[in-house]
C-alpha cells in the first residue's frame, strides 16, 4: 500500500506574499526583459518590499525564449543575489519553482525570492509551432507529429476513450472558463463562448478545436516567496504554502514531448504525485475550495481534476458543468493567456487574498498545478489561520 | 517530411529502414521490446540489446487527425492521422495512419506496418490490415 511521505518541513512556514502582471498583448515590441523587469517590480511592490529586499530569483525558459534571472536582477539593481535558479523547462516548472524557492527562503539561503516567467509568446518563438529537437523526436517528427497539440491531442483521445466522456465534456471546460475570463480585465480572450460556437469551431487536431487550446501572448506574470514569519509583516495577507510535490513516473520520455515510454495515456502526473501532494498538505481533496489546473488544452483540466481526486474517474466533465466547485477563475491559459502557467499560480493568490474583483470566490484552499503530460508539479495554498 | 536528426543510438534502425525492415530494439536481458531505440533496456537497464524485426501487425491505441500542420513541412498533408500504435511485439510507436476514414478509427483497430519510399526518405506507416 503506498503511503505518502513525510511533511517536509518548509511547508505551511512559507508564504507567497505578492504578485505582478504586465499587459498580455499579442505584440508587446518590448523586450523579454523588459517584460520580465516589469513583472517582477510590480510583484516586490505588491508585497510591500523593495527590490533591495529581494535576493533570489527563479525562473524558466523554453526555446531560449526568456532571459537569465541575473538579467532580472541586473535591471532591478538588486544589491546582491544570494540564490538564482534557472531551468530549462515547459509548463511544469511554476509550482516547482516556488516549491524550490519557499525551501530556500525556509533554510535562509534567500530572504524574498522573485519568481516569473516573461516571453514574447506570440510576437517571437511560438511553443505552439516551432520546433523543439530533442532526443526522442526522430521518431515523431518525421510521421508529422511536430506540436505539443498533437501530442496532447493523442492523450485526450485515449482519456476521453477510456474514461467514457466526449468532445463534449473538452468544450464544457473551454465555456466555463471563458465565463470567468469575461470578468476578468487581464484575459486576452473575454468575448462570450458557448457550445454551440465551440462545435462550429475548426479543429486543430481532433479532438482538439480552436477554442480547446490555449492562447499564446506576450508578457510576464511573477510572484513572491517569503518566510511565514516574514510575509505577516508585509503588504497582503499570506497566502501559505500548505503542500507541495512533483511527480515524473516511469518512462518520462526521452524529451518533453516523448510520450512513448508513458504505458497510460489517459493519466498524468496528477495521478502520480496526487498522494504526495495531498499528503504533504495534510489536507484531503474534499477540503479545498477552488483548483487553478494548468490548461495548455481543455483536456489537462478533466484530467487533472480526476487526477487529483477532485472528480471521479469519467466525472470531471460532469464536475465542470455542475459549476459548483470552482476552477480556472482567471479564465485559465485558454483565456486568460499562455504565461506557461505562472499566472495560474498568481490567480490562486489574489484570489486567496480576496483580491480577484468580482471573481473572488471566498476560497481559504486552493490546488495548483503546472504541467500537463509525463512531470509536472503542484501546489496546495491556504490562507493564514 | 522533417528527416531524422540521426542520433548516434538509432543509427541501426535508420540503416534497417533503409532496407524496408522496421527495427525495434529488443533487451537480451529482460526480453523487453521497445522504440526509440536507447543503449539502455528502459525497463532493466541492461545493455544487451539487439535489433529484431518489428511485428508485422498492430493495434491503434490512440490517434489524432490533424487539420492544421504546425510546421510547414506538412503544410500540404492536411487532414493526416497520426496514431499511437502498439505492435504484437509489444513495442508502441507513432506513425502515419493512411487508407483508414477518420469515422473508422477506433482504439484496438487492427493495423499493417508498411515502409514506404518517400521522396526524403524510408517512412514506416499503418494500413488497414
Redesign the interface.
Known amino acids: 500500500m503506498a503511503r505518502p511521505r513525510l511533511r517536509p518541513e518548509f511547508l505551511g512556514r512559507t508564504a507567497l506574499t505578492g504578485v505582478g502582471y504586465t499587459e498580455l498583448t499579442k505584440a508587446s515590441g518590448r523586450s523579454v526583459l523588459d517584460l520580465a523587469s516589469e513583472a517582477c517590480a510590480a510583484a516586490i511592490a505588491d508585497a510591500g518590499l523593495a527590490p533591495s529586499d529581494v535576493d533570489g530569483v527563479a525562473s524558466f525558459r523554453f526555446l531560449e525564449d526568456s532571459v537569465p534571472t541575473q538579467a532580472v536582477a541586473t535591471a532591478l539593481g538588486m544589491p546582491g543575489s544570494n540564490w538564482l535558479l534557472d531551468l530549462n523547462l515547459g509548463g511544469q516548472a511554476p509550482c516547482y519553482l516556488v516549491t524550490q524557492a519557499a525551501m530556500a527562503v525556509h533554510l535562509g539561503l534567500a530572504r524574498h525570492v522573485v519568481v516569473f516567467r516573461a516571453l514574447n509568446g506570440r510576437s517571437g518563438a511560438r511553443v505552439?509551432?516551432n520546433?523543439a529537437?530533442g532526443?526522442?523526436?526522430?521518431?515523431?517528427?518525421?510521421?508529422?507529429?511536430?506540436?505539443y497539440?498533437?501530442y496532447i491531442?493523442?492523450?485526450a483521445?485515449?482519456f476521453l476513450?477510456d474514461t467514457g466522456q466526449s468532445e463534449d465534456d473538452l468544450a464544457a471546460v473551454a465555456v466555463a472558463q471563458r465565463a470567468w475570463a469575461e470578468r476578468n480585465e487581464r484575459a486576452y480572450l473575454r468575448a462570450p463562448h458557448s457550445l454551440e460556437a465551440h462545435g462550429n469551431a475548426?479543429?486543430?487536431?481532433?479532438?482538439f478545436r480552436v477554442p480547446d487550446c490555449t492562447i499564446e501572448v506576450d508578457g510576464a506574470c511573477a510572484v513572491v516567496v517569503s518566510s511565514l514569519d516574514a510575509a505577516r509583516d508585509l503588504a497582503r495577507p499570506p497566502v501559505v504554502v500548505q503542500g507541495a510535490a512533483y511527480a515524473a513516473g516511469p518512462?518520462v520520455g526521452?524529451d518533453m514531448g516523448d510520450?512513448?515510454?508513458w504505458d497510460d495515456?489517459s493519466r498524468n502526473y496528477t495521478h502520480r504525485l496526487a498522494l504526495d501532494l495531498w499528503g504533504s498538505a495534510a489536507l484531503a481533496p474534499a477540503d479545498v475550495d477552488l483548483a487553478e489546473i494548468y490548461d495548455c488544452f481543455t483536456s489537462t483540466v478533466l484530467m487533472g481534476l480526476e487526477g487529483l481526486g477532485l472528480a471521479a474517474r469519467g466525472g470531471a466533465g460532469d464536475l465542470v458543468r455542475a459549476g459548483t466547485f470552482p476552477v480556472n477563475t482567471h479564465g485559465g491559459l485558454l483565456s486568460e493567456g499562455y504565461l506557461h502557467g505562472m499566472n495560474t499560480i498568481a490567480e490562486a493568490v489574489l484570489q486567496l487574498q480576496g483580491r480577484a474583483g468580482d471573481r473572488t470566490v471566498g476560497a481559504d484552499t486552493c490546488v495548483v498545478t503546472s504541467g500537463a503530460l509525463m512531470d509536472g508539479s503542484a501546489l496546495v495554498l491556504a490562507v493564514d489561520r | 517530411m522533417i528527416p531524422p536528426a540521426g542520433d548516434v543510438d538509432a543509427a541501426s534502425f535508420w540503416a534497417a529502414l533503409d532496407d524496408g525492415t522496421l527495427l525495434v530494439s529488443v533487451c537480451g536481458s529482460c526480453g523487453h521490446r521497445w522504440l526509440p531505440p536507447l543503449a539502455t533496456c528502459p525497463r532493466c537497464a541492461s545493455r544487451d540489446i539487439t535489433g529484431a524485426a518489428a511485428a508485422p501487425t498492430g493495434a491503434l491505441y490512440t490517434w489524432t487527425v490533424i487539420h492544421r500542420a504546425a510546421d510547414p513541412a506538412y503544410a500540404n498533408d492536411t487532414p493526416y492521422t497520426v496514431g499511437l500504435v502498439e505492435l504484437a511485439d509489444g513495442a508502441r510507436m507513432y506513425g502515419r495512419v493512411v487508407g483508414v476514414a477518420p469515422g473508422d478509427l477506433r482504439a484496438g483497430l487492427a493495423l499493417a506496418v508498411r515502409v514506404r519510399r518517400g521522396a526524403d526518405g524510408p517512412i514506416w506507416e499503418f494500413v488497414a490490415t
Request: glycine share 10%; hydrophobic share 40%; no cysteine.
Open positions: 505552439g509551432t520546433r529537437p532526443p526522442g523526436t526522430d521518431f515523431r517528427y518525421p510521421v508529422g507529429l511536430t506540436a497539440v498533437h491531442a493523442l492523450w483521445r485515449r476513450i475548426p479543429y486543430v487536431a481532433e479532438p518512462g526521452l510520450s512513448m515510454f495515456l
